[in-house]
């Protein structure tokens, strides 16, 4: 028998189904819903189980783990009678993971508290790769309390796990991630469109570029992207467009100005609205390919 907490994860996308497979491995018992039958099956296969509802998922949790696209789809699992806050037990613990406004994060932690259920917001960075390595970094809000309880499950799941503060924080903190994250893309874009055009090796050029102040993450993680033009979604150009409006929202509300910030956003409008939104993230070339005449 294990006395590790028994945990429902709602959402098995590409982020959700390696994050909660590593939880399975670490010797969790694990309880999974979605919409999509082949991603419960996936969790099946790798040992969680699958149920057939939400409500059934969170019934008897102890921990409820949430990676969903959005606001809305938080909102839209979070309440109502067939919701997370309606079905789950008095002093669970709900960790939302998902990519939201912090505002949403602050009201749904002030109706969960009503129900006697706590509230974490943990949005993570580091991308497909970094969910199946489970080397992200999460960046977490709410009571110092509940994220010790936390501790354990986020050191499964990631490297790098810091409470940046009170509900909300961990939202605010990943609004400014995927600003530098964005405008990392974009310098690297347009980086490569350059060093092509002057007929310079781009795989060695980027290599050098790597070990030097040039180099990121960003760059280290999306090099090869860039080198094959393979744009299979390892954050889609979708969710990016989705963080950009948080920020530049988030921003105009406190008076912080984003003028770079602004412009990228806008970079990222356009590829979506090309038609491009189902793209990786690095798939920013391609708009800055255009803005350069090439035919992509």
Known sequence: MTTLPKIAWIGLGIMGSPMSENLVKAGYDVTGFTLEQDKLDRLAGAGGTAAGSLAEAVRDA?????????????????????????????????????????????????????????????????????????????MVGGEQADFDEAGPIFDVLGRTVVRCGPHGSGQTVKAAN??????????????????????VDLKAALEVLGGGLAGSTVLTRKKDNFLGRDFK??????????????VTDAARSVGAALPVGAVVAQLVASLRAQGDGGLDHSALLRAVERLSGAQV
């Open 62 to 138: 102890d921990v409820i783990v949430t990676m969903v696209p959005a606001s809305p789809q938080v909102e839209a699992i979070a309440y109502g009678p067939d919701g997370i806050l309606e079905n789950a037990r008095s002093g669970a613990l709900l960790i939302d993971m998902s990519s939201i406004t912090p505002q949403t994060s602050v009201e749904l932690a002030k109706a969960a508290a009503g129900k006697g259920i706590r509230v974490l917001d943990a949005p993570v960075s580091g991308g497909e790769a970094g969910a199946i390595e489970a080397v992200l970094s999460i």
């Open 178 to 199: 995927q600003l530098i994250v964005a405008v990392n893309i974009q310098a690297c874009a347009e980086a490569v469109v350059f060093l092509e055009k002057s007929g």
């Open 233 to 246: 979604p390892g954050f889609r150009i979708d969710l990016h467009h989705k963080d950009m409006g948080i």
